[in-house]
């Protein structure tokens, strides 16, 4: 038998295709119930800047990077997938992570790899793969916040800042291609007819 061949149900065909009721928690305000500030974020991201089309000053790319941190939250998922960082971060402070010791936890060892396919999972979700070479950028340097945080925070928040860093670029770089194909208005059209 082929996948094909099976005969599927819509079974979720009458959900709301929208996120219904009022929202009482909001990521952001949960990162800062645990420290993390987003001009944390964005100081972090900012320290591996490099200037590109676009993007030329550190002001143009704080400006972007908040503007694409503000579009990537504003995603449940991206959301539920952090929270899910958060809540294995303070489980593994409390050393009550299903098969791992507090000490385990606590020494970051290099074979428990859930946090680093967390990380890169969040970074690609944001923004394919050119999110998981930030993600590996900021993981490997572990620059600000980074190097302060718990063993699946450091990947959690490298994931966002990367996948997030990975998009400034990206539309940085592609509103100032866009920008030279634009016509140059012509700056001499003073009327005077020369004769």
Do not use: W
């Amino acid at each position: 038998m082929k996948l094909s061949d099976i005969d599927s149900q819509d079974l979720k065909k009458d959900q709301p295709k929208e996120l219904e009721g009022d929202i009482n928690h909001n990521i952001i305000e949960i990162l800062e119930e645990e420290g993390i500030t987003v001009d944390m974020l964005v100081d972090t991201a900012l320290e591996l800047y490099a200037p590109h089309p676009g993007l030329e000053t550190r002001e143009i790319a704080e400006e972007r990077f908040r503007r694409e941190l503000d579009i990537a939250i504003s995603d449940a998922n991206l959301c539920l997938l952090i929270y899910s960082g958060i809540l294995l971060e303070r489980e593994g402070e409390k050393g009550s992570l299903p098969n791992i010791s507090r000490s385990s936890y606590e020494k970051d060892l290099t074979f428990i790899i859930a946090d680093e396919v967390m990380g890169m999972s969040i970074a690609k979700y944001i923004s394919g793969d050119k999110g998981i070479f930030e993600f590996v950028r900021f993981d490997k340097q572990k620059p600000g916040i980074l190097s302060k945080l718990g063993p699946f925070m450091d990947d959690i928040i490298g994931g966002l800042i990367g996948g997030v860093s990975a998009n400034m670029y990206t539309r940085g770089m592609a509103e100032a291609a866009e920008n030279e194909r634009k016509p140059k208005k012509n700056l001499d059209n003073s009327g005077v007819i020369a004769g």
